[in-house]
Nanobody, 127 residues
Framework: QVQLAESGGGSVQAGGSLRLSCGVS?????MGWFRQAPGKEREGVAT????????????RYANSVKDRFTISRDDAKTTLYLQMSRLTPEDTAMYYC???????????????????WGQGTQVTVSS
């Protein structure tokens, strides 16, 4: 079973940046970052496909974070990152990394299609 452990959350002022990290065991084909704000459903932030090792990783982003957030992984494929910039108070949430085996989950950033989850790391953005 894949084991995940997030780190890097914290408090930052609007306009600032944070980088989240997630240690990943195993070699899952699809990985992603999700977030859940109080009173809201969990939503996809960004996903990455590692299925085809001969090609560059393929990424998907929620419209709300496109051009501000970047998902990536290290060469050893043991750490997943989420670089977040130009943060706004609307980005405040618990952030989770997750892995799955569903192409549809990667494509649609759907939490239901991801089956292994970390414990989450809190990101708080103040205005």
């Amino acid at each position: 079973q894949v084991q995940l452990a997030e780190s890097g959350g914290g408090s930052v002022q609007a306009g600032g940046s944070l980088r989240l990290s997630c240690g990943v065991s195993g070699h899952p084909p699809y990985m992603g970052w999700f977030r859940q704000a109080p009173g809201k459903e969990r939503e996809g932030v960004a996903t990455i496909s590692t299925v085809d090792s001969s090609r560059s990783d393929m990424t998907r982003y929620a419209n709300s974070v496109k051009d501000r957030f970047t998902i990536s992984r290290d060469d050893a494929k043991t750490t997943l990152y989420l670089q977040m910039s130009r943060l706004t108070p609307e980005d405040t949430a618990m952030y989770y990394c997750a892995t799955g085996r569903s192409y549809v989950g990667w494509l649609l950033l759907g939490p239901a299609d991801f089956d292994s989850w970390g414990q989450g790391t809190q990101v708080t953005v103040s205005s």
